[in-house]
């Protein structure tokens, strides 16, 4: 068992800064890495707890959650209100055991086509090097059979 | 003349003068050190009111009941400090009139019950400032902390353990005063958030968000670990969540009927390190 680990990452970004900022890195040509999976959503303010839930339940090792700068938004405040959703949310996960470092968060502008490009590639390292959420991936094997009491 | 001499007779008079229609207050419950809560409407019945220190369920949630208020009478109601706090928290929320509850407040230290002076939420105020000077300790403060100092794979296993109990009754949410949701999020099926089964992997789904829509409205009143017929220690993981908004947010839950909620709030300058 040589072969390295690939990690299945979910994105979660804002359309109007970090996908921006995607479609930059891929007009720039950069590479990067292509363990993430987007998903485009109108804000951060629109980024559910429960997404990031799903993604786990589904099987994601990780999660990244990126969108404008404090004071860019769009809509002018859904990412001050997400800011302090992801504060709290992310207290909660650790107390109940499941690593904040599986859950990364960034700020990407859509003029930051370089930063996206780094900030995947060192996403999809730190996670590689955390291996397979082995704990949850258990309990995701588990409803496969009938619940017992 | 004790306490709940007292309140008995405000009771009566309150009744018997139309200035309420209904008293929410404790009554004889299935043994002695049990009390159940009882509804009066008649002056008659006054005399069913127990209050001594095995009343301690937090009896706001019962406010909320469809229709109860609607026809802007007044409604008396037996508070201990955390209820009070769940009556402003409620009332900021727009989910009941405040000028609508008529309080009865009493606290419970060791075996002694003390009357608390007021009827309007707005006199218990400096009551309420002094418990969050206070910083009041998780209800296991011992367990508390050992689970704070475990790695998170320990931590993870623990609340495995403690999860795996869960037959998903929702006892947790139907105690709880701040479960006022027409519909809950278990409950919606498109799509559907949490699993319904008892798997392990929907109870840490359920008892996470449950954790989360409660992050500073939670008064720790303790409803939910003792509705929890598996005893899962529910409010420690609501003192967390009560920690960390005063901590990061100076966000106290209940101080004041007009208190903004803190997750629909937000400041230009909250503080964080983790975003990148």
Redesign the interface.
Known sequence: MSETFEPEIIAFVCTYCTYAGADLAGTSRLKYAPNVRIIRLPCTGRIS??FI??AL?KGADGVLISGCH??DCHFT?GN??A??????????????????ERI????ISAAEGVKFAE?INSVTEDIRKLGPFE??TH??E??QA??S? | MSIEEQYRTRAKELLSGGAVKMVIGYGKGSNAKRRRPIFISSADEVERLVLDDACITNLSGYLVSEGLLSDEKRVAVFLRPEGIRAINILAAESQLDAEQIVIFGFDVAGNEVTALKGINVEEFSDIIDSIKEGAPEAAEEELFEK??K?S?????????KEFAKC?KCYACRQACPMCYCRRC?VDSNQ?Q?V?T??????N??W???R??HL??RCVECGNCDRACPVNIPLRL?NH??AE??LG??DHFAGTSKTQEP???????D?S?T???
């Open positions: 707890p429960m839930l799903k339940q404090p004071g405040h001050y209100h800011r302090r959703r992801w504060m709290v949310f992310r207290a909660l996960l650790d107390f109940i055991g499941i690593p904040p990364k968060y960034s700020w900030f704990q949850y309990l995701i588990q409803t009938p619940a009491l | 689970i704070e475990m998170p794979q320990e931590r993870f296993s623990f609340w495995q037959i999020i799509p958030w699993n089964s008892s798997h392990t992997l929907g840490f789904e008892n996470i968000v954790a989360f992050s500073g993981i967390r969540m960390e908004v990061a947010f803190v997750l629909a709030s937000f400041k230009k909250d964080e983790f975003i990148l």
